[in-house]
């Protein structure tokens, strides 16, 4: 998509046994996408630095053009995951720095996961990479993008913007779109007095005031489909939701947020007279190499499981989308 198109995404994080990771992608129209298993032999080449040829195996969605996985999201065996979502106005990549690693865009998800375990050896990457100005081809421009990586000990933000490359810790666990993600954080605190308890007379004792119904403790808990209402939206619901611990209740239940914050064909319009809308939605159980998604013809739960592939291979395992309805 070329830059000031309106992808917006949501992703978030979620511990509870195991670490699952994901996201809604949300766009005016498909991309190509398919869910890609990169095996630890596959060559991933890059402009300006050398061939990886042996590195960590990983499963997302992408795009897949001249052979090359161009993803959106992935996790790798480790268990370190890492999304793109659309950071329009406020992304900006850079000319080559000699003393960096130049890394495009579209290369930052493969470089991270194919070397990290850890968030904090993502980090540590980070410090030396300059986010290339360079696009894939040039039928395939640019995406202004930020990224969310995490593991089951912490996640960060990383943005490429003018000052250069700023790196946030993320308490929440929650990224969205623009604006960045300092002012996200700050914005939570207009939130302090939500809560998902029945809710008590905090407005004078002396005046008889009850709920009228369950749910008032949440009351001005945003519902719109903008990235700062997504975001609030989102950290509520994740920081309160209740799950078993058993694996279909938790895939269940993060699909279950990702539908909250989802958008339905015809609700939200672009500028160019388009409807955005939740192309598809992805949980990814990080610990174990489990990729569930739906697409917004189908809502039934599919799973691929990217330890049913030999791993050790050259090839690139790609799975198109079921899109088919399903009733029963």
Known sequence: KEEGDDLMCTSFTYVNQDFYFGRNLDLDCGFGEEV??????????????ETITNHYAMIGMATVIDNTPL???????????????????????FPYKEDQDNIASFEIIPWILSQCETVHQAWQLLEHVNILDIAFKESVPNSPLHWIIADKEQAIVVESVQEGLKVYENPIGVLTNNPPFD???????????????????????SIDLKPYAVGMGALGLPG?????????????????????????????????????????????????????????????????????????????????????????????????LNRQPEIF
């Open 183 to 205: 002012f996200h954080r700050l914005n939570l605190t207009q939130y302090l007095n939500l809560t998902k308890s029945y809710p008590e007379n905090r407005f004078d004792k």
């Open 36 to 49: 890609v298993i990169t095996p630890r032999h596959y060559p991933f080449t890059f402009h300006h630095k």
């Open 71 to 93: 993803y959106a999201e992935a996790v790798n065996e480790k268990g370190l995951g890492m999304a793109g979502l659309q950071f329009s106005q406020n992304a900006v990549y």
């Open 224 to 320: 719109d489909a903008s990235s700062v209402s997504r975001f609030v939206k989102t950290a509520f619901l994740k920081h309160n939701l209740y799950s078993d611990g058993t694996e279909s209740d938790n895939v269940q239940q993060y699909f279950r947020v990702l539908q909250q914050v989802a958008m339905v064909k015809g609700t939200v319009m672009t500028d160019k007279d388009t409807m955005d809308h939740t192309l598809y939605s992805c949980c990814i159980n990080a610990t174990k190499g489990i990729y569930y998604y739906t697409t917004y013809e189908n809502a039934a739960i599919q799973k691929i499981s990217m330890h049913d592939q030999d791993l050790n291979d050259t090839k690139l395992v790609q799975f198109a």
